[in-house]
C-alpha cells in the first residue's frame, strides 16, 4: 500500500464491546483481504457512555459512544476508527479533521421483537395489555406507542447480551419485562439472531439514521489511509447515509432525537427517503417522503424532507414544545 509503511500495523479505535470489537475485526479482515501484507492492531476503548448505566440524555447523549475515539484519531493515537452511523450525531459537523472515507453495504435495518425464553408469545399483539416491553430507544417507544398505548415501554440499556439476559431472568435486576424489541443486525453479530420472534417491517418501524450501516473514519490529512478505506466503500450506501445525515442536520438532531429516516435506492436507481419526527410517547407525530427526482442529489433529497417536516411543527415536537 503506497505510503504506509507495512511494518508499522494499521490501529483501528473501537468500543471495548464485543459486537463492537466483532465489527472491527471484519473491517479488519476486508483490509487484509485488499492488503494481505498489511498488520492491524484492534485499540479498544470502553467509552464513557459504555460506564454509565443510567439515561443518555442526560450524559450528553449517544455521540459519547464515539467522541472519545475520535480524541484518540485526532491525536494519532489510531489511525482509523469504525462507528455505527446511527451513533454519530447529526446536529454538529465531525470533529475537526476527521472524515468517513467509506460506508461498508448497509446490514438488515429492521427492529425485531424477542420473547424470553419459554414464553408462548410470539408478535406484539399477543401482549396483553400492561405488559412491559424494554427498548433503549425513544424512535421505538414511540412508534410501539402508536399502534400499543397500553402497553407499558420500559427503558432498557447495556450491551445486547446483558440485555438478553435480564429478559431471560439471568441477570438480576430491573422489572421483569414480557418482550423487548432489539435491532435484527445486533442480534445476528452476537449469533442470537434465532431469537427474534416477529420482525417489523421499516413501514411498522421506521429505522433511525444510519441503521445497519458502520463508517469507517480517519483523518482528512491521512491520505494512503483514506485511499485504503475508500477500496472498501459502497456507493449506494453512501448515497442513502448522506441522503439521512443530511435530513438530521436539517432537524438539529442529535442520536437521543425522536427522529426516524430511512433512504433507499429504487430499482432504476431513483433514491427514496422517508423522515419522521415523534414526541416522547408518539401521540404526536409528522412525516414526509420524497424521491430524487431528475437530480437525484442525496444532499438535495435530505434538505428537502427536513424542510417538509419543519413546516409541520417538527422542531417544536423533537423539543417537547406542546402543540
Known amino acids: ?18 459486537m463492537a470489537r466483532s465489527q472491527a475485526e471484519h473491517v479488519a479482515g476486508l483490509l487484509t483481504k485488499h492488503e494481505p501484507e498489511l498488520r492491524v492492531e484492534l485499540v479498544p476503548v470502553t467509552t464513557e457512555a459504555d460506564r454509565w448505566q443510567g439515561d443518555l440524555a442526560k450524559l450528553g447523549g449517544k455521540g459519547l459512544f464515539v467522541k472519545q475515539i475520535d480524541v484518540m484519531l485526532q491525536r494519532g493515537d489510531v489511525d482509523m476508527a469504525v462507528h455505527c452511523v446511527k451513533d454519530v450525531p447529526g446536529d454538529q459537523p465531525l470533529p475537526d479533521g476527521l472524515v468517513f472515507a467509506a460506508y461498508l453495504p448497509r446490514d438488515d435495518v429492521r427492529d425485531v421483537l424477542v420473547f424470553p425464553e419459554g ?24 412508534q410501539i406507542n402508536r399502534v400499543r398505548p397500553d402497553l407499558n415501554v420500559i427503558r432498557v440499556r447495556g450491551l445486547i447480551g446483558t440485555r438478553i439476559d435480564r429478559l431471560d431472568g439471568r441477570k438480576p435486576g430491573g422489572p421483569k419485562l414480557d418482550a423487548m424489541v432489539l435491532a435484527a443486525s ?14 417489523f ?3 411498522e418501524m421506521l429505522p433511525p439514521v444510519g441503521a445497519g ?6 483523518r ?13 466503500n459502497d456507493e ?18 442529535h442520536c437521543n432525537s425522536p427522529i426516524a429516516g430511512y433512504c433507499v435506492t429504487d430499482p432504476d ?14 401521540s404526536r407525530f409528522v412525516h414526509a417522503h420524497y424521491w430524487g427526482e431528475h437530480q437525484n442529489d442525496p444532499a438535495v433529497l435530505g434538505t428537502r424532507v427536513a424542510a417538509d417536516l419543519l413546516r409541520q411543527d417538527a422542531r417544536n415536537i423533537i423539543e417537547g414544545i406542546p402543540h
Not at 186 to 199: C, K, M, P, S
Not at 213 to 218: A, I, K, M, Q
Not at 225 to 232: E, G, P, V
Request: with cysteine.
Open 201 to 203: 417491517t421499516v413501514h
Open 269 to 282: 436507481g431513483q433514491l427514496s427517503l422517508k423522515g419522521m419526527v415523534f414526541n416522547r410517547d408518539g
Open 236 to 253: 449506494k450506501t453512501m448515497r442513502e447515509v448522506t441522503a439521512e445525515r443530511v435530513m438530521l442536520h436539517g432537524l438539529r438532531g
Open 213 to 218: 450501516v458502520l463508517g469507517l473514519e480517519c
Open 1 to 18: 500500500m503506497t505510503g504506509f509503511p507495512p511494518a508499522r500495523p494499521l490501529r483501528i479505535g473501537t468500543r471495548s464491546s464485543p
Open 119 to 142: 414464553s408462548t408469545h410470539t408478535t406484539l399483539a399477543d401482549l396483553p395489555p400492561g405488559a412491559a416491553i424494554g427498548t433503549s430507544a425513544v424512535r421505538r417507544r414511540a
Open 220 to 232: 482528512r490529512n491521512d491520505h494512503p489511509i483514506a485511499a485504503l478505506l475508500t477500496r472498501l
Open 186 to 199: 445486533g442480534l445476528a453479530r452476537i449469533g442470537q439472531a434465532h431469537r427474534a420472534r416477529q420482525t
